[in-house]
């Protein structure tokens, strides 16, 4: 069997694997590209959904040279406006107390797929195999080998480094036995198009109701008019009925759930639903292997946050091998590396994950106390100024110690 020798595996060409083969390409390293979708462009993970990148994204995507090719796509989203159905407390924030141009950017997945996607093949040094799988994983002290399938059978390789970039269900983490803690919300995210009457003027809106949060971001307007994505979370028993509806009866309820801030929805694109739950690895390494993205968290998207801080693993540890491989003789996987990468992600993490998880759990709550606590602290967020900076931060993006290449210019 062939045997070939690289610097570092990435195991899963989806949005965090690819942006991640980018963000290694300045260092010069002989780096492998896994994906098992062909082309990877093409993969699950780049469909019709759109993508809320926060301003630390933004400023890495920079950094990255990937903005001047996205921003065409991206539609700045200037404030947001967060409520409760039922209840008067509304929480704010504007582009213009962060002293930011925009919050984020509201962006289709398949622009940020085709954008990350298309510098790969002028990378020196990469090797892009799709479709590929990786089948086996054997860690030694100097290296990992990996036996790979793909289109001319199987081969094997030798890493310095192992990346699991390999989604919620990470091959690389089951071949491991790494556990995971899983909890399934029982609620599926139904995702589309609407076109409102009304403009949305960089507004990104999300309402909870007690079936789940239903969110309009804003999207470009075009020669049609108007119009937003919608990310509508709904009990997994509701959803179905919902996503059944005919058109007509959709919009209604769609209507229904978001209320008139924006006019009548006129119209509706593709509609598709994910079934959501929390997946959090119980480590971030083991000896010659880390773990980026969903394969190290995946959350619920009522934040949006787990691209963002895919991409802020895939910063840390871009900056952390630039830093370490000089004093480690050139050797990406050694274990300070590791245990470096680990530290610096640990606590953001943490903060996002349960942020997130805390935010479904107060508003997907009926108890009677809990509404008052929920109305109370939209009102705190919308009136307390230490609090409404920390919340800010962390939407931003810079909760906890930012990657460099996310940092505010100035
Ligand atoms: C409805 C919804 C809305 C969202 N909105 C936002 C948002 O607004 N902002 C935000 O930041 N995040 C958002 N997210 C989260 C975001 O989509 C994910 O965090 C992100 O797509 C994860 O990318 P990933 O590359 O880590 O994983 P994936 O996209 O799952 O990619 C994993 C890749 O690994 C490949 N693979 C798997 N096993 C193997 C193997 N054995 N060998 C080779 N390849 C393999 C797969 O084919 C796949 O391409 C949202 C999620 C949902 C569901």
Redesign the pocket.
């Known amino acids: 069997m062939n045997t070939e020798r690289v610097d570092v595996a990435i ?7 690819a942006s991640l083969a980018v963000a290694l390409a300045p260092l010069k390293l002989r780096v492998m590209l ?4 062909s082309p990877p462009a093409s ?1 699950p ?1 780049w469909d019709e ?1 759109c ?2 990148l926060n301003a630390a994204s933004q400023r890495i995507v920079e950094g990255l040279g990937l903005w001047p090719a996205l921003s065409a796509d991206a539609e700045p989203i200037t404030s947001t406006h967060i409520s409760e159905r039922g209840r008067f407390g509304v929480a704010r924030f504007t582009a213009e107390e962060a002293g930011l141009p925009a919050l984020g950017y509201n962006v289709p997945l398949r622009a940020i797929g085709a954008t990350f996607a298309s510098p790969l093949l002028g990378i020196e040094g990469l090797q892009l195999l799709a479709p ?3 089948q086996r994983l054997q860690l030694g002290d100097s290296e990992a080998v990996l036996s790979i399938t793909g289109a001319d059978g199987e081969r094997e390789v030798r890493a310095s480094l192992v990346v699991a ?4 269900r990470s ?1 690389v983490r089951e071949l491991l036995g790494i556990g995971a803690e899983s909890r399934d919300y029982r609620q599926s ?1 139904i ?1 589309t198009a609407v076109r409102p009457k009304r403009a949305h003027a960089g507004v990104a809106y999300e309402r909870f109701l007690p079936t789940g949060p239903i969110a309009l971001l804003p999207k470009p307007d075009d020669e049609f008019g108007h119009a937003c994505s919608l ?1 509508w979370t709904l009990p997994s028993d509701l959803h179905r009925e919902v996503l059944a509806l005919d058109e007509a009866s959709f919009i209604e309820r769609a209507q229904d759930a978001f209320g008139e801030r924006l006019g009548v929805f006129r119209s509706l694109g593709k509609r598709m639903a ?1 079934p959501l739950e929390r997946v959090m690895s119980e480590r971030l390494t083991a000896p010659r292997v880390l773990l980026v ?3 190290a968290q995946s959350l619920h ?1 009522v934040a ?5 801080l ?1 991409l802020r693993d895939v910063a840390t540890l871009a900056e952390t091998l630039a830093e370490t491989l000089a004093e480690s003789n050139g050797d990406p996987g050694s274990p300070e590396l590791l245990a470096l990468y680990q530290s610096r992600r640990e606590r953001d993490r943490a903060r996002v994950a349960d942020f997130t998880d805390g935010l479904v759990r107060l508003f997907s709550n009926a108890v009677p106390g809990l509404r008052g606590l929920r109305h109370l602290g939209l009102l705190m967020l919308d009136l307390t100024p230490p609090l409404r900076q920390a919340v800010l931060d962390q939407n931003l993006g810079y909760g906890s110690a930012a990657p460099k290449l996310a940092r505010r210019r100035g």
């Open positions: 195991i899963g060409g989806g949005l965090v694997g896994i994906e098992s979708q993969q993970s959904r993508i809320a590929a799988r990786l970039a390999d989604g919620a091959t995210a995702v990310v994910y993205g969903n394969a998207p949006a946050q787990g691209f963002n895919g």
